[in-house]
């Protein structure tokens, strides 16, 4: 069975904390995706990576970055949290064109 | 409980009755549909998925249809149970081999025993 883990399943932080967001997949996918989860607005893209260092803006890049150094591993960063980005976070990952399998989700809140 | 599911258009169907979600979808171009069933406090699980080339495909008590001509989507559960209570997103791809999707807003089911 595929396998998507992320590294926390609740975060609280501060305004202005920096913030990992860590995302592993054990299935050696090449697609990997960060989504967020809001009341109302479903899952929306943040951002995606089709390759090892490779990157690509998704619907809401905006106050987050990402880093792929590993195939496995996909990173979101928050430079400096803010209260809107209180949110669900959802990691995915798939093969070329296949179906996305998600992980389990981080609650994040920012105070 | 979890936030995700306000707001969303919720169906309550009775357990052992048949359950229909439906989904409009935005892009003519689309050629894979997904339904992914989210419970409570977990990440979206894939359920089915069809091609466009395709109007129906059925799996272990779930069928989806594709009408391309009105672009709607719809998933049918028979038999419902208690563990089928969930939000139930549809989902298109686009982008090619790189599989990007675009989510429904989704439905909250809620079955009563």
């Known amino acids: 069975d595929v396998k998507v883990t992320q590294s926390s399943r609740y975060l609280v932080k501060r305004t202005g904390e920096k913030v990992f967001l860590e995302c592993v997949q054990d299935?050696?996918?090449?697609?990997m995706f960060w989504y967020r989860q809001d009341p109302g607005l479903g899952l929306r893209l943040i951002y995606f990576?089709?390759?090892?260092?490779?990157?690509e803006k998704g619907d809401i890049p905006e106050g987050y970055s990402v880093s792929r150094e590993k195939k496995e591993r996909f990173s979101l960063i928050l430079e400096s949290a803010s209260t809107n980005q209180t949110s669900m976070y959802l990691c995915?990952?798939?093969?070329?064109?296949?179906?996305?399998?998600f992980g389990p989700g981080t609650r994040l809140t920012v105070l | 409980g979890e936030s995700v599911g306000l707001h969303l258009p919720t169906l309550s169907v009775q357990e052992g009755d048949n359950s229909i979600i439906n989904c409009a979808y935005s892009?003519?171009?689309?050629?894979?549909f997904i339904w992914y069933k989210q419970e409570s406090g977990k990440g979206p699980q894939f359920i089915i998925d069809?091609?466009?080339?395709?109007d129906k495909r059925q799996g272990q008590r779930v069928t989806v249809l594709l009408n391309k001509t009105v672009k709607h989507l719809s998933l049918q559960i028979a038999a419902t149970q208690p563990g089928d209570s969930a939000v139930y997103f549809c989902?298109?791809?686009?982008?090619?081999?790189?599989?990007?999707?675009?989510f429904g807003k989704g439905t909250k089911l809620s079955v009563k025993p």
């Open positions: 990576s089709y390759d090892v260092k490779m990157k």
């Open positions: 299935m050696d996918h090449e697609n």
């Open positions: 892009n003519s171009a689309s050629d894979y």
């Open positions: 995915a990952s798939s093969l070329w064109g296949g179906e996305q399998f």
């Open positions: 069809i091609r466009s080339n395709m």
């Open positions: 989902a298109e791809v686009y982008g090619g081999s790189q599989g990007n999707l675009i």
